[in-house]
């Protein structure tokens, strides 16, 4: 699987949008992104993927470049429940096992 | 998004004590699971794909004489820490992968083990 670079950790005030990034420079044509979070002491929760076009769910919206070397993920109104450690995977279609990096930390700030 | 559990959610265990986590998938049978180990301020690390009716497969440095996994049924993978040790203490998560949503991994709540 690709490898991903994200920042470790990254501040938002509460109420504003959170952009996540992350770079997957040496993506295959058939790996997906995926995005996934984690709350402190808690499994890890699904948001969203997708392939190349951009995509949109009642969590987030996921935005990759036309390259699909890089994508964001935009979390609209952030919350203080938002708070976790963001995780950027990417993963190729029908492939089974899910590489963790290191994530960001998403701290939301009141 | 598919429903996973794990019970228990933490368990403390005496070092040399065996001690078995359960992961069930609620609403949908799940004939591929998958098992990972997180410590404390690291990442979720893979350690094995549980595959109902077959034999599981490990991941590179984990050893399957000390996690035993049993996929008994299309709905419930076990992990058994043998002999636990206090370097055993960690967070173990399951996970399915939902036959709605592509080859989405949905993921259980956890379980932390404790060796003392």
């Known amino acids: 699987d690709a490898k991903t670079t994200q920042p470790p950790s990254m501040d938002c005030a509460e109420g504003r949008a959170a952009n996540l990034p992350c770079n997957h420079s040496?993506?295959?044509?058939?790996?997906?992104v995926y995005w996934y979070r984690q709350i402190h002491s808690q499994g890890p929760q699904y948001i969203i993927h997708g392939l190349k076009n951009n995509e949109t769910n009642e969590m987030a919206s996921l935005i990759i470049t036309e390259d699909r070397k890089s994508s964001t993920l935009i979390l609209p109104h952030a919350t203080l429940r938002d708070t976790a450690v963001y995780y950027c995977i990417v993963r190729a279609q029908g492939a089974q096992k899910l590489v963790f990096g290191q994530g960001t930390r998403l701290t939301i700030n009141p | 998004g598919a429903v996973v559990s794990q019970h228990p959610s933490w368990v403390i265990c005496k070092s040399g004590t065996s001690v078995k986590i359960e992961c069930r998938s609620l609403?949908?049978?799940?004939?591929?699971m998958f098992w990972y180990r997180q410590f404390p301020k690291q990442s979720l690390m893979l350690m094995a794909t549980?595959?109902?009716?077959?034999?599981?497969?490990?991941e590179q440095g984990v050893e399957k004489d000390k996690f035993l996994i049993n996929h008994a049924s299309l709905t419930l993978s076990t992990l058994t820490v043998t002999s636990a040790h206090p370097e055993d203490s960690s967070f173990y998560i399951c996970s399915t992968v939902s036959p709605w949503g592509g080859d989405t991994q949905y993921f259980g709540p956890g379980t932390r083990l404790t060796v003392l």
């Open positions: 609403d949908f049978q799940a004939t591929t």
């Open positions: 040496t993506i295959s044509g058939n790996e997906y």
């Open positions: 549980s595959n109902e009716g077959s034999k599981a497969t490990y």
